[in-house]
């Protein structure tokens, strides 16, 4: 079958959902019934919405969020996650407000899937990154080195939503303080971090490992924060559960 003149000039223009649309109208000689403006309108419709499907797509790619996960799924009572507070946090208005966000528990609650989850559904409008707490201390470390501190620092502050996985796994050393001063700093009141930890807040203090930079961190990160505590059962224990109970109902 020949191509449409038309069809190949929509996509020479970049108008491939119009230009998708119209090979379905022209496939579809019912649509011949409508007026001509409801026609027109269904080619822009489908404009819009494969522009939209663009747009999140390439957000989501430079999220890099690492799990794909979705507020529809989180299972809040095994959790002990209230209801109305995890609403409110999923409407986003604190990421209007740039203010942070520290989820704490015991390993294996699905602290990074919270996270991700919560990161995931404002994606088609800003652009998030979700990494562990270690890389850009450890970047910022790096750049030091080859003269590229400040602009990693930069981007680093830029980025609308952080979600830094996993933080205080281990005592930060001196050159890692001051580092981690400068990336709450640069983004207190501008933008929001998500924090994930195993350690209780009341001792990030003992991970820090400096009382006077301890509280400046601090206080950058926590006392604009909301926060949620999970408890319950490790969610991977519970699945290794469940498999093992299914493969002994098998026959």
């Known amino acids: 079958m020949l191509t449409h003149p038309t ?3 929509l996509i020479t ?5 119009m230009a998708k649309a119209f090979e379905e109208q022209r496939r579809s000689p019912d649509l011949d019934a409508l007026p001509f403006e409801e026609r027109v309108g269904l080619l822009v419709d489908r404009e819009a919405a494969e522009r ?3 747009r ?3 957000h989501l790619k430079f999220a890099a969020l ?3 996960a979705y507020v529809e799924d989180v299972d809040l009572r095994r959790r002990g996650i209230d209801r109305s507070v995890f609403a409110r946090l999923d409407g986003g208005d604190w990421i209007d407000r740039n203010e942070n966000l520290l989820i704490t528990g015991a390993t294996g609650l699905g602290k990074s899937w919270i996270a991700c989850a919560l990161g995931h559904k404002p994606a088609a409008t800003i652009v998030r990154s979700s990494i562990t707490a270690s890389r850009p201390v ?3 470390a790096l750049a030091r080195g080859d ?3 400040g602009r990693v620092l930069k981007t680093i502050g830029r980025i609308q939503l952080l979600i830094l996985d996993d933080w205080g796994l281990s ?11 400068e990336i709450p700093d640069d983004r207190h009141g501008r933008a929001s971090t998500i924090l994930t930890s195993q350690v209780p807040v009341e001792h990030w203090h003992d991970v820090i490992g400096d009382p006077t930079l301890g509280d400046a961190i601090l206080d950058r990160l926590v006392h604009n924060a909301h926060r949620l505590q999970l408890s319950g059962e490790s969610m991977r224990k519970q699945n290794a559960r469940n498999q093992t109970l299914d493969a002994n109902s098998n026959p």
Do not use: I
Request: proline residues 6%; charged residues 30%.
């Open 7 to 9: 069809h190949e000039r």
């Open 13 to 17: 223009l970049g108008l491939t959902g």
């Open 52 to 54: 939209d499907t663009k």
């Open 56 to 58: 999140l797509t390439t």
């Open 66 to 68: 690492r799990q794909s």
């Open 138 to 140: 450890r970047s910022a």
């Open 147 to 149: 003269g590229r501190y």
């Open 171 to 181: 005592v930060l050393n001196p050159p890692e303080r001051r580092d981690l001063l």
